[in-house]
């Protein structure tokens, strides 16, 4: 039997091993995608304790807590710290298969030294160490990813977010990691959401410009963009419902908007079309500069209604959705493609049986420009588990270029998050090295390692340009 989470951690054979050891482990850390606040970078905040650490906004420990059938007090409502970390200790304990077993003792391992396992009765034992270690100074913020081997980090930021923390960052000389904003324009584009007209007031008054038409909006959002790309933008994100297209002609588009500023109930075909609209021009603009677009889709949010009503939005609330149109994706594409105008794209879908349709959508708007400019992005959200992980990447492998791929993010909200980064590592590590032990690709080092550093690091670094 093997030592629980030793150093060869699901790594199954000599060649994962050397993979991982000699190769993987020491690649520095890209998170292109996550939603940490860059205010807490700048300000170099010292948590008081594990608790603020692990639970102060993370859903999935919520959504486990729940299901363990643990009082609301203890997990988003007025209980002290050390009882919700009690609470999550006795949950935790319970969440065999599951990879926040595996995230948090890697974290425990990674930052704190701890080679036990957390559980009801261990708890005090682990609060003290923690918070006890989270004192020392290179357990601030900066602290924690400068030791996790971070060279740059992408925020998720509003059009209307004035950049300020980032611009204070890049101007710091004593932080030498990269702190970008990423381009997140979902609430310019959401017209079906009852905020909407509130929201346009916000943006009308950050860039100056009357917002009485559809041309007006994206002339405001691409002024916008000049702001973001002046504190070193080079990545949008977006978070769909599922990937629409609807053709509509100018026209229409701007009779829809109006509609909406007047207040007027609009059908779900006019607000695909509008989202059509509104994404086909950003990602031509996206395309002119050079940016990559993000696109995440395939969630069902706030299910449970009573829940968000109390707590908000990613409160733990939301699950797969199984209606995403690939006929309406491969239009999207192709009308980009047509119009010479398809910027660098990676496609996220929550769910997993999309894995196969993405793996060959792709492979149809591949073009000289750029190696994987068309990419899969990785295992996300409720996928990003060990199963999940090795069946995208199989998937990928057997339907493109795994050694094209970009690799991993956190998509966390969480700093010591970025051992999700060891952890998908050892997986792709454990996956060569299976294939390579049967026979299924040579045993070449220099080969292999291009695979592996490409896919941990340098990948990425060439596809986005940092």
């Known amino acids: 039997m ?142 924690i990813i400068r030791q996790s081997n971070v060279e740059v980090i992408c925020t998720t930021d509003d059009p209307i977010d004035d950049l300020r923390w980032h611009h204070m960052l890049a101007e710091d000389d004593s932080f030498d990691v990269k702190v970008l904003p990423a381009w997140r324009p979902d609430k310019a584009m959401n017209i079906d959401k009852n905020d909407y007209v509130d929201y346009l007031r ?21 002024l916008r963009m000049d702001h973001f790309e002046k504190h070193g933008c080079k990545v949008s994100d977006h978070g769909l419902d599922y990937v629409c297209f609807v053709e509509a002609s100018e026209e229409e588009i701007e009779s829809i908007f109006q509609k909406r500023l007047m207040g007027e109930r609009l059908t779900l075909n006019e607000i695909s079309a509008y989202k059509t609209a509104f994404m086909c021009a950003l990602a031509k603009e996206y395309h002119k ?87 899969q992005g990785s295992a996300w959200w409720f996928n990003d588990h060990k199963t999940g992980m090795t069946e995208q990447m199989t998937s990928l492998a057997n339907l493109g270029l795994l050694g094209n791929f970009i690799g991993m993010l956190t998509d966390s909200r969480s700093f010591l998050s970025y051992t999700r980064h060891e952890y998908f590592r050892r997986i792709l590590c454990d996956l060569v090295g299976t294939w390579v032990e049967n026979g299924e690709y040579p045993d070449d080092e220099k080969a292999l390692e291009k695979i592996i550093k490409g896919i941990c690091y340098e990948n990425c670094k060439h596809y986005f340009n940092f």
Not at 341 to 352: A, D, E, F, Q, R
Request: glycine content about 6%.
């Open 2 to 143: 093997r030592k629980f989470m030793d150093d060869d951690f699901l790594l199954h054979s000599d060649v994962a091993k050397r993979l991982y050891h000699d190769i993987a482990s020491k690649m520095p850390i890209i998170d292109y995608h996550c939603h940490i606040d860059p205010k807490e970078i700048y300000e170099d905040v010292q948590f008081d304790n594990i608790t603020q650490v692990w639970l102060g906004g993370d859903h999935y420990k919520w959504r486990q807590m729940r299901s363990n059938g643990i009082d609301e007090k203890y997990i988003t409502g007025d209980a002290s710290d050390r009882e919700k970390f009690q609470k999550w200790a006795e949950t935790l304990e319970k969440a065999i298969g599951n990879p926040l077993y595996h995230w948090s003792h890697l974290e425990l391992k990674r930052y704190f030294g701890y080679e036990g396992h957390l559980c009801g009765e261990t708890a005090q034992e682990v609060w003290d160490l923690c918070n006890q270690r989270l004192q020392k100074k290179d357990m601030s913020v900066r602290g």
């Open 202 to 222: 916000k943006l009308e008054a950050v860039s100056q410009i009357k917002l009485d038409s559809f041309k007006s909006l994206m002339n405001a959002l691409r």
């Open 289 to 375: 500069r050079g940016w990559v677009m993000q696109l995440h889709y395939g969630a069902a949010r706030n299910l449970n209604q009573k829940m968000f009503e109390k707590l908000g939005q990613d409160t733990g609330y939301d699950a797969i959705s199984t209606y995403a149109p690939s006929s309406q994706l491969a239009s999207y594409l192709n009308a980009l493609a047509y119009d010479n105008c398809l910027p660098k794209t990676i496609l996220y879908s929550l769910n997993p049986n999309d894995n196969a349709m993405i793996g060959s959508l792709i492979g149809c708007f591949q073009d000289g420009s750029a190696a994987g400019k068309i990419q």
